[in-house]
Nanobody
Framework: QVQLVESGGGSVQNGGSLRLSCTAS????????MAWFRQVLGGGREGVAGISSDGSTVYPDSLKGRFTISKDNTKNTLYLQMNSLKPGDTGMYYCAAMRTEPTCYHDFRLGDFGIWGQGTQVTVSS
C-alpha cells in the first residue's frame, strides 16, 4: 500500500518559519495532484496548498504569500515552506495525493484525495 510520511513539524515562535516534507513510498502518486491540508483547533480539515503534475500551484487567498508548496519528483517528496507563522497556524498538517488526477482543483475537496499521511504537528507560540 502506498504511504505518505510527513516530517518537519515542531514548535516555532510567532513570525518564524518551518518547512514540512512529505515523502511518498511510490513515485506513481507524486505525478498526480498533491496537496497540504491542516486542521486547527475548533475547525475542520482545510486545504493549504496544492501542486499539479505540471508544477502549477493553487492556494487559498488567506494563505497565498506566506506558504509555498513545491516538490522534487526525483525524491518523491512534497514540501511546504511556511513563513511569517502566526499562532492561528497552529494545528495538525497533512499531505495528501490524488490517485489518478494530475491536476489540482481550487476547492480542495477532501473526497478527491485517496492517499493521506498521518500528519505532523505545528505549534506557533507568541
Amino acid at each position: 500500500q502506498v504511504q505518505l510520511v510527513e516530517s518537519g513539524g515542531g514548535s516555532v515562535q510567532n513570525g518564524g518559519s518551518l518547512r514540512l516534507s512529505c515523502t511518498a513510498s511510490e513515485y506513481t502518486y507524486s505525478r498526480n495532484c498533491m496537496a497540504w491540508f491542516r486542521q486547527v483547533l475548533g475547525g475542520g480539515r482545510e486545504g493549504v496548498a496544492g501542486i499539479s503534475s505540471d508544477g502549477s500551484t493553487v492556494y487559498p487567498d488567506s494563505l497565498k504569500g506566506r506558504f509555498t508548496i513545491s516538490k522534487d519528483n526525483t525524491k518523491n517528496t512534497l514540501y511546504l515552506q511556511m513563513n511569517s507563522l502566526k499562532p492561528g497556524d497552529t494545528g495538525m498538517y497533512y499531505c495528501a495525493a490524488m490517485r489518478t488526477e494530475p491536476t489540482c482543483y481550487h476547492d480542495f475537496r477532501l473526497g478527491d484525495f485517496g492517499i493521506w499521511g498521518q500528519g505532523t504537528q505545528v505549534t506557533v507560540s507568541s
